[in-house]
């Protein structure tokens, strides 16, 4: 720019232009938390309570309440526990706005930090300004800034900046060097990304500090070696924690792309989108998603040698005449390889915030170019900066549209079902309509218990109608997963599950429970095709295989709603066997619910069963241990007390009891009549098929002993139907 301007005119020219940028995010009428906002934050009471902040380094699990898949980065949960404290007393809009406002400072914070160190790296006031402000409003940064999820990115690249700042004004071991450390360590908290920092610093100091001569750049290689460190003691911590928590290390069960050279080939083609979107971010998505190459084609051979032909071009240019370009292009290789699915599968082939740090070095050679058009003279130079200046104002007015679109979730997921139709586009969709109907249904139950039989009519209606769309959605999700994936076995079941939820939500249980088996076939240890079952079984009244497919769910991952679905299938699972009389199975079966969700505003029925039973069970314990303290050989208090522990569960003590009673000299007929007891214990208290088998044993001698016993035969003929009942689940 050939008119200078004063830092603090240049200063206020940036904030200025990303506050205007991003002011949908704070005036957008109906603002919510978002796609993953809802599990990181909204869900997430780890983040509610600031008083764990050490958990947030120790323990994965606060992360995400819903599982963390591979995510460590305590910085941003602490950051996110900040803001929840400090806006605590505002309503939720507010709570949203003041979580959008922090993600901003820290994006102004980035773009004047971009501008220090293009000015370091020798631009001129111009260039620097001109980079920095397409930084600013370049559209592919809209994802980090205005999504809540993102905050990631947003404190991640602050500090990365920061600590490369402060790597180029250290000189040997001095403050700066020790304080740029200090920072990184504070980045790769926030972000893994921050682990291609030495490579940054190397490049940078290359092509900026030592005039491009290799052996100067390599001298620094103790502090390179400092920085390589940092960058692998957090993969140390992060796998150690990981390893600790028995995580699954992926959400799909395979690489992106099938094979590392296969991977190769769909990053090629992925590498020219993200070209694509740096130069002309138009039809931007919300969804990332590529479809993988089979085979080298004629279109992906061109993307691979055009990729290959860049970077070749790029390191020869840089050894023999420099030019930003040559940096800006090694800079976006670097900078995008621990989100290429190279190092490693990350879930997710493309997103635009991939390119946040990236778009640093491609920003620095645009300013650069941008400066020279600027200071053409005459009168193409007035066409050229009136043409500088509207490319930057369409930048910014896309980038207004894209920060209003992820204000609501409606607004999000319509955008990219128009614009990008993907599968997760057709997911969070059916989410919504799967939530709304399972909401809608819960709301006919309650007006049907209040006898408002024409309203909840009206309910059911409802429910029924979202969870027709959540199905057509799921349809829809199942035939681009096929048209995008070689084998899109994985995601598919994962769809299945959910629509298997669907089926259960409009009470076609049948098919409910078809749909989670074929998930289960698909994917032997899916936790939701297990959570689906265990539904669909409940549905049909199968309480106890419902049980065991909600604790399986359990074991592969710890959800929020499956503990909520095992509660309501405990507590059914104790009514059934209240009603058959084994209070031992119903009280184990409330406990069990009770675990699950000690809630008693949440789960009132079961929180006052277990206090009435808990308080019978006390009443007549004690004075039975009283009268068996008085006479030990008061064998009726004696086998009174076994058949009361064994009616609560406690089979340890019961069964010692038993055995003592056995081996110890009877009255007449002593047998028989502690075996008849004995035999109830094993097959009805304990219901499984071993006390079955036992209790036949048992009854087997009681009826050598006395053949015409009515209630021994009578007894064992139930427990053999009960053990062919048990076995045909």
């Known amino acids: 720019m050939s008119v200078r301007m004063s830092n603090k005119v240049l200063i206020t020219l940036l904030v200025s232009t990303v506050v205007l940028v991003y002011l949908p995010v704070f005036v957008a ?55 929840w404290a400090i806006a605590t007393p505002f309503e939720s809009v507010g709570k949203i706005r003041w979580l959008h406002f922090r993600s901003l400072l820290y994006h102004v914070a980035a773009v004047l930090l971009a501008f220090a160190l293009f000015r370091r ?50 000189e040997g071991a001095d403050r700066n060097f020790f304080l740029a450390a200090f920072v990184l360590a504070l980045a790769l908290l926030s972000k893994e990304s921050a682990i291609v920092f030495v490579g940054c610093a190397v490049l940078t100091d290359f092509f900026f500090r030592d005039g491009r001569r290799l052996s100067s750049t390599l001298r620094r290689w103790p502090k390179y070696l400092v920085y390589a460190a940092l960058g692998a003691g957090y993969y140390i911590l992060w796998a150690t924690l990981h390893n600790a928590a028995d995580e699954p290390l992926w959400h799909l069960p395979v690489r992106w792309g099938g094979s590392l050279w296969g991977t190769i080939l769909m990053m090629s083609r992925g590498f ?16 990332w998603y ?35 370009a040559s940096f800006a292009t090694l800079w976006f290789l670097i900078a995008i390889f621990p989100v290429s699915n190279l190092w490693a599968p990350i879930g997710i ?27 053409v003279s005459g009168a193409g130079g007035r066409a050229a900066r009136a043409g500088i200046v509207l490319v930057l104002l369409c930048m910014a007015a896309v980038s207004v549209e894209r920060s ?64 027709e769309k959540a199905l057509a959605g799921y349809d829809r999700e199942i035939e681009i997963w096929y048209d995008v994936l070689p084998d899109p076995t994985g995601p598919v079941a994962q769809t299945r599950a959910l629509r298997s939820l669907c089926l259960s939500g409009m009470q076609r249980y049948q098919e409910a429970l078809e749909e989670a088996d074929r998930v289960l076939r698909d994917w032997a240890d899916h936790f939701q095709g297990y959570a689906s079952k265990a539904v669909a079984l409940y549905g049909l009244g199968r309480f106890r295989e419902a049980a065991v497919c909600i604790e399986a769910s359990l074991e592969q991952r710890d959800h929020v709603s499956n503990r909520e679905n095992a509660a309501a299938i405990y507590e059914k699972l104790g009514m059934l066997y209240e009603q058959e009389g ?13 675990d699950h969700l000690p809630d008693a505003k949440r789960n009132p029925a079961v929180s006052q069963a277990l206090e009435q039973m808990e308080e019978e069970y006390s009443g007549r314990a004690g004075p039975l241990g009283e009268a068996v303290d008085d006479n030990p050989r008061d064998w009726n208090s004696w086998l009174e007390l076994a058949t ?86």
């Open 404 to 467: 209003f679109i992820w204000t609501t979730s409606k607004r999000l997921w319509l955008s990219s079902v128009t614009r990008f139709e993907s599968p997760r586009s057709h997911d969070w969709r059916a989410k919504r309509d799967r939530i709304l109907g399972e909401n809608l249904q819960r709301e006919r139950r309650r007006l049907v218990d209040e006898d408002r039989m024409e309203e909840a009519k009206t309910a059911g209606e409802r429910a029924e109608a979202h969870f």
């Open 644 to 729: 009361l522990y064994a009616a609560y569960g406690y089979y340890d003590k019961s069964a010692q009891i038993f055995h003592e009673l056995l081996k110890s000299e009877r009255p007449q007929d002593g047998d028989v009549f502690i075996l008849l007891p004995y035999a109830l214990y094993q097959w009805q208290w304990r219901d499984t098929e071993e006390g079955y088998r036992e209790a036949i044993r048992i009854y087997d001698i009681i009826l050598g002993q006395q053949p015409e016993h009515e209630a021994a035969r009578r007894e064992r003929q139930r427990c053999e139907e009960r053990l062919r009942r048990l076995r045909n689940q």
């Open 582 to 594: 084994n209070r031992a199975q119903a009280y184990l079966a409330l406990r069990k619910a009770w």
């Open 290 to 324: 590529l479809a993988e190459v089979p085979s080298l084609d004629a279109a992906t051979a061109a993307c691979l040698l055009g990729v290959v032909s860049l970077v070749a071009w790029a390191l020869v240019r840089a050894f023999r005449g420099g030019g930003v």
């Open 29 to 83: 009428s109906g603002l919510e938390f978002v796609f993953d906002d809802i599990r990181f934050v909204e869900d997430n009471d780890a983040v509610h309570d600031l008083g764990r902040t050490i958990a947030y380094f120790t323990d994965l699990s606060t992360v995400d309440p819903h599982g963390w898949g591979g995510i460590y980065r305590p910085l941003r949960t602490l950051d996110f526990a900040i803001d």
């Open 272 to 287: 020219v989108y993200y070209l694509r979107l740096v130069f002309f971010p138009v039809d931007m998505a919300q969804d």
């Open 121 to 170: 790296w020798g631009a001129t006031e111009g260039a620097a300004t001109l980079g920095a402000l397409v930084f600013a409003l370049h559209p592919v940064n809209v994802e980090s800034v205005a999504w809540i999820t993102s905050r990631a990115d947003v404190m991640f690249l602050a500090l990365f900046l920061w600590a490369l700042l402060l790597h180029g004004k250290s």
């Open 349 to 375: 082939p493309t997103a635009e915030r991939f390119l946040y740090l990236p778009l640093v070095g491609v920003s620095l050679a645009l300013g650069v170019l941008l400066a020279r058009v600027w200071a």
